[in-house]
C-alpha cells in the first residue's frame, strides 16, 4: 500500500480516485439565497462557478423547497415532508406533532441509506437536523453550531466534535469550504475506491450580513439604483433566459418583516426601513444604507461561490469530477426578516463587519426573490421556489438546458437511490418504512415534463399551500384561500379563488387529506414489521392500518 503522504500528493496533482462505477454526490444547500440571486438565474452577482455547472448540466426552474431551514434539510435528507418526520408542527396536534422533534425510527438520513451501500459520507456547514452527523451515518463533519451569529467568529463550530480553532482571517464559508476540501483530499488518500457523499452547507447569505471589507468593496456601488430597477433587470435576464413567462408581480409595499422587533428595529438607526417602498421616497442617507446592505449580500453569494470553486477544483484534482452528481438548492427564499442577536450591533462600526447585525430587509428581500411574491416563512412562490442546479457529466447528456417539471428538495433521496443504486429497506430498526411522497428526477435528466405527480404539498407557521398541476392554491396564516394558474401566473397575481370555488374546494379538500395522513405519521411510529414468515399479504396490510 502506498504511504499516506504519496496517495494524498497523488490526489492533489492528478487522477488518483478510482471510486466503483457509483456516482459520487455532492449536495450543497445555500441559506436563505433569494430565487434570482444567482447570475444563471437572472441576478447580476458575480458566480461564475455555479454558472459553469448550469452551463454544463441543468437548470430547474421550478424548484421548490419548505419555506424554512430546518424543515428543508429535513425533507432534503429523508425524501419526507418535514411533518411527517416530526420536523415541523402539524396543524391540529396540540403538541405541534414535532416541531424541530426527532424523526421517527423509520425515517433515517440519507447518509445513513448510503453507508450500507459502501459510501463513505461527509458533512461540512450547518446541520439544523436532529441528532449529530457522526450519530447519523457521516464519517467527518465540520458543524456549525445552532445560533451562528457571527461569520467572524468559531465558538459554537467543531470539527469532528472538538472545538474549532479561531484564527485572525477566521470566515465560516472560508472554513466550511475548508473542511469539504480537506474531507476530499483524505477520501482520495486514504479510499479512493470507495464513493462518497459530500453534504455541504454553507450558511451565506443568512444574516448577520458580515463580509470581508474587500469583498464588499467589489459591489460598493452596485446597488445605488435601487430595489425596484435591480428587481426589474432581474426579471428582464430571467425572462431572456426562459426561466420564467410571467409579468413581474407589483411589490406588496405594506409587507413587512415576518416577525416584529421594534425594539431591534430602533437599534439600526434611522437609515433602517421595515418595508419595501418606493426607492425615490427614500432619503439619500438611508439610499447609501440600504444599497450598502445588499452590497454585503452580494459579497456573501459572491464569496460562497468562489469557496464552491474550491471544492469543485477539488473533486477535478482528484479525478471524481465527471462522476459526480452535483445538486444546488436553497432552503428557502431570501429573508425579510429584522433582528438583532448575538453580541448587537454597533452603529459606529463599518457595515458588514463583526461588530454589526444588518439583516437584508423586506426591500432587498423582495428584490432577491424576483419574479415571486412575498420571502421566507410563507408559502407562496417567494418563499418556497428554489434555484436547483444539477450537474453530473458521465451521466447527463444535456448542457445548460432548463426542465420545467415542478420538483421538490424531496425527491433528491430518491433520485441518489436510483443511481446509487439502492432501496429504501422495508424496515429500519423494526419499523416499517411507509411510502415517502419524493419522485426520482433521474427521467428529467433526459427530457423536461417527465416527473409524474399528484401534487406538491406545504404547511409552515400557519401559511399552506398546494401546487397540482399548474392550479396553486395558498393562504396566508388564519387567512383565505387563494387560487393561482401557474401556467401563466407564477407571480400570484390574478387570485381565482372568487371565479372558481369548486375548484378551491377541491384543492383544500385534498390539502386536508394530505395533513390528515400526516397526522398519523407524526403522532406514531408503525409497529415493527410483521415477520417474512406471515406473509407479504399480511405485514403489506399491517403497515398501510397505521
Given at each position: 500500500m502506498l504511504p499516506r503522504l504519496l496517495l494524498l500528493a497523488l490526489a492533489c496533482a492528478g487522477s488518483v480516485f478510482a471510486g466503483t462505477g457509483k456516482p459520487n454526490v455532492l449536495v450543497i444547500l445555500a441559506d436563505d439565497l433569494g430565487f434570482s440571486d444567482l447570475g444563471c438565474y437572472g441576478g447580476e452577482i458575480a458566480t461564475p462557478n455555479l454558472d459553469a455547472l448550469a452551463a454544463g448540466g441543468l437548470r430547474f426552474t421550478q424548484a421548490y423547497n419548505t419555506a424554512r431551514c430546518w424543515p428543508s434539510r429535513a425533507a432534503a435528507m429523508t425524501g419526507y415532508y418535514a411533518q411527517q418526520v416530526r420536523r415541523d408542527v402539524v396543524p391540529g396536534i396540540p403538541s405541534g406533532g414535532g416541531n424541530r422533534g426527532v424523526r421517527p425510527a423509520w425515517a433515517p438520513l440519507l447518509s445513513e441509506l448510503l453507508r450500507p451501500l459502501g459510501y463513505r459520507n461527509y458533512h461540512s456547514g450547518k446541520w439544523h437536523?436532529?441528532?449529530?452527523?457522526?450519530?447519523?451515518?457521516?464519517?467527518?463533519?465540520?458543524?456549525?453550531?445552532?445560533?451562528?451569529?457571527?461569520?467572524?467568529?468559531?465558538?459554537?463550530?467543531?470539527?469532528?466534535?472538538?472545538?474549532?480553532?479561531?484564527?485572525?482571517?477566521?470566515?465560516?464559508?472560508?472554513?466550511?469550504?475548508?473542511?469539504?476540501?480537506?474531507?476530499?483530499?483524505?477520501?482520495?488518500?486514504?479510499?479512493?475506491?470507495?464513493?462518497?457523499?459530500?453534504?455541504?452547507?454553507?450558511?451565506?447569505?443568512?444574516f448577520p450580513l458580515h463580509a470581508p471589507a474587500e469583498d464588499i468593496a467589489?459591489?460598493?456601488?452596485?446597488?445605488?439604483?435601487?430595489?425596484?430597477?435591480?428587481?426589474?433587470?432581474?426579471?428582464?435576464?430571467?425572462?431572456?433566459?426562459?426561466?420564467?413567462?410571467?409579468?413581474?408581480?407589483s411589490p406588496e409595499r405594506d409587507v413587512g418583516p415576518p416577525y416584529a422587533f421594534p425594539d431591534d428595529l430602533a437599534k439600526l438607526g434611522p437609515d433602517e426601513v421595515n418595508r419595501p417602498v418606493p426607492w425615490r421616497e427614500l432619503t439619500p442617507a438611508q439610499r447609501k444604507f440600504q444599497a450598502t446592505k445588499m452590497a454585503i449580500h452580494a459579497a456573501m453569494v459572491d464569496r460562497m461561490d468562489r469557496e464552491l470553486g474550491r471544492v469543485i477544483a477539488q473533486l477535478k484534482a482528484m479525478g471524481a469530477y465527471e462522476?459526480?452528481?452535483?445538486?444546488?438548492?436553497?432552503?428557502?427564499?431570501?429573508?425579510?426578516?429584522?433582528?438583532?442577536?448575538?453580541?448587537?450591533?454597533?452603529?459606529?462600526?463599518?457595515?458588514?463587519?463583526?461588530?454589526?447585525?444588518?439583516?437584508?430587509?423586506?426591500?432587498?428581500?423582495?428584490?432577491?426573490?424576483?419574479?415571486?411574491?412575498?420571502?421566507?416563512?410563507?408559502?407562496?412562490?417567494?418563499?418556497?421556489?428554489?434555484?436547483?442546479?444539477?450537474?453530473?457529466?458521465?451521466?447527463?447528456?444535456?448542457?445548460?438546458?432548463?426542465?420545467?417539471?415542478?420538483?421538490?428538495?424531496?425527491?433528491?433521496?430518491?433520485?441518489?437511490?436510483?443511481?446509487?443504486?439502492?432501496?429504501?429497506?422495508?424496515?429500519?430498526?423494526?419499523?416499517?418504512?411507509?411510502?415517502?411522497?419524493?419522485?426520482?428526477?433521474?427521467?428529467?435528466?433526459?427530457?423536461?415534463?417527465?416527473?409524474?405527480?399528484?401534487?406538491?404539498?406545504?404547511?409552515?407557521?400557519?401559511?399552506?399551500?398546494?401546487?397540482?398541476?399548474?392550479?396553486?392554491?395558498?393562504?396566508?396564516?388564519?387567512?383565505?384561500?387563494?387560487?393561482?394558474?401557474?401556467?401563466?401566473?407564477?407571480?400570484?397575481?390574478?387570485?381565482?379563488?372568487?371565479?372558481?370555488?369548486?375548484?378551491?374546494?377541491a384543492l383544500a379538500a385534498q390539502w386536508e387529506r394530505h395533513l390528515e395522513a400526516t397526522k398519523v405519521l407524526a403522532l406514531t411510529d408503525p409497529a415493527p414489521a410483521v415477520p417474512a414468515k406471515q406473509g407479504k399479504g399480511k405485514a403489506k396490510a399491517k403497515a398501510d392500518a397505521k
Amino acid at each position: 500500500m502506498l504511504p499516506r503522504l504519496l496517495l494524498l500528493a497523488l490526489a492533489c496533482a492528478g487522477s488518483v480516485f478510482a471510486g466503483t462505477g457509483k456516482p459520487n454526490v455532492l449536495v450543497i444547500l445555500a441559506d436563505d439565497l433569494g430565487f434570482s440571486d444567482l447570475g444563471c438565474y437572472g441576478g447580476e452577482i458575480a458566480t461564475p462557478n455555479l454558472d459553469a455547472l448550469a452551463a454544463g448540466g441543468l437548470r430547474f426552474t421550478q424548484a421548490y423547497n419548505t419555506a424554512r431551514c430546518w424543515p428543508s434539510r429535513a425533507a432534503a435528507m429523508t425524501g419526507y415532508y418535514a411533518q411527517q418526520v416530526r420536523r415541523d408542527v402539524v396543524p391540529g396536534i396540540p403538541s405541534g406533532g414535532g416541531n424541530r422533534g426527532v424523526r421517527p425510527a423509520w425515517a433515517p438520513l440519507l447518509s445513513e441509506l448510503l453507508r450500507p451501500l459502501g459510501y463513505r459520507n461527509y458533512h461540512s456547514g450547518k446541520w439544523h437536523i436532529d441528532g449529530k452527523p457522526l450519530a447519523a451515518g457521516f464519517d467527518r463533519t465540520f458543524e456549525i453550531g445552532t445560533g451562528q451569529n457571527n461569520f467572524f467568529k468559531a465558538p459554537g463550530n467543531s470539527v469532528d466534535g472538538v472545538p474549532d480553532v479561531q484564527t485572525p482571517d477566521y470566515y465560516v464559508t472560508v472554513a466550511t469550504a475548508d473542511r469539504a476540501v480537506e474531507h476530499l483530499r483524505q477520501h482520495a488518500a486514504e479510499h479512493a475506491t470507495s464513493p462518497f457523499f459530500q453534504f455541504l452547507c454553507f450558511t451565506a447569505p443568512h444574516f448577520p450580513l458580515h463580509a470581508p471589507a474587500e469583498d464588499i468593496a467589489k459591489y460598493e456601488k452596485a446597488y445605488d439604483a435601487g430595489w425596484d430597477e435591480i428587481a426589474a433587470a432581474r426579471h428582464a435576464r430571467l425572462t431572456k433566459l426562459g426561466i420564467v413567462n410571467h409579468p413581474r408581480p407589483s411589490p406588496e409595499r405594506d409587507v413587512g418583516p415576518p416577525y416584529a422587533f421594534p425594539d431591534d428595529l430602533a437599534k439600526l438607526g434611522p437609515d433602517e426601513v421595515n418595508r419595501p417602498v418606493p426607492w425615490r421616497e427614500l432619503t439619500p442617507a438611508q439610499r447609501k444604507f440600504q444599497a450598502t446592505k445588499m452590497a454585503i449580500h452580494a459579497a456573501m453569494v459572491d464569496r460562497m461561490d468562489r469557496e464552491l470553486g474550491r471544492v469543485i477544483a477539488q473533486l477535478k484534482a482528484m479525478g471524481a469530477y465527471e462522476n459526480t452528481l452535483i445538486v444546488f438548492a436553497s432552503d428557502n427564499g431570501a429573508s425579510a426578516e429584522m433582528m438583532v442577536r448575538g453580541d448587537g450591533h454597533d452603529l459606529s462600526a463599518p457595515p458588514g463587519s463583526a461588530k454589526t447585525f444588518l439583516c437584508l430587509g423586506p426591500g432587498w428581500s423582495t428584490a432577491a426573490n424576483t419574479p415571486f411574491r412575498r420571502h421566507k416563512t410563507w408559502v407562496h412562490e417567494g418563499g418556497i421556489a428554489t434555484p436547483f442546479i444539477v450537474h453530473w457529466p458521465a451521466g447527463i447528456k444535456a448542457r445548460g438546458e432548463l426542465r420545467h417539471d415542478p420538483v421538490h428538495l424531496i425527491d433528491l433521496v430518491p433520485t441518489v437511490l436510483e443511481l446509487v443504486p439502492g432501496q429504501k429497506p422495508a424496515s429500519v430498526r423494526g419499523h416499517a418504512v411507509p411510502p415517502a411522497p419524493g419522485r426520482s428526477l433521474v427521467p428529467a435528466f433526459a427530457r423536461s415534463g417527465a416527473i409524474a405527480r399528484d401534487y406538491l404539498w406545504w404547511e409552515h407557521e400557519g401559511n399552506r399551500a398546494l401546487r397540482a398541476g399548474d392550479w396553486k392554491l395558498v393562504a396566508l396564516a388564519k387567512g383565505d384561500w387563494e387560487l393561482y394558474d401557474l401556467g401563466s401566473d407564477r407571480g400570484e397575481s390574478r387570485n381565482l379563488a372568487g371565479a372558481q370555488p369548486e375548484r378551491v374546494k377541491a384543492l383544500a379538500a385534498q390539502w386536508e387529506r394530505h395533513l390528515e395522513a400526516t397526522k398519523v405519521l407524526a403522532l406514531t411510529d408503525p409497529a415493527p414489521a410483521v415477520p417474512a414468515k406471515q406473509g407479504k399479504g399480511k405485514a403489506k396490510a399491517k403497515a398501510d392500518a397505521k
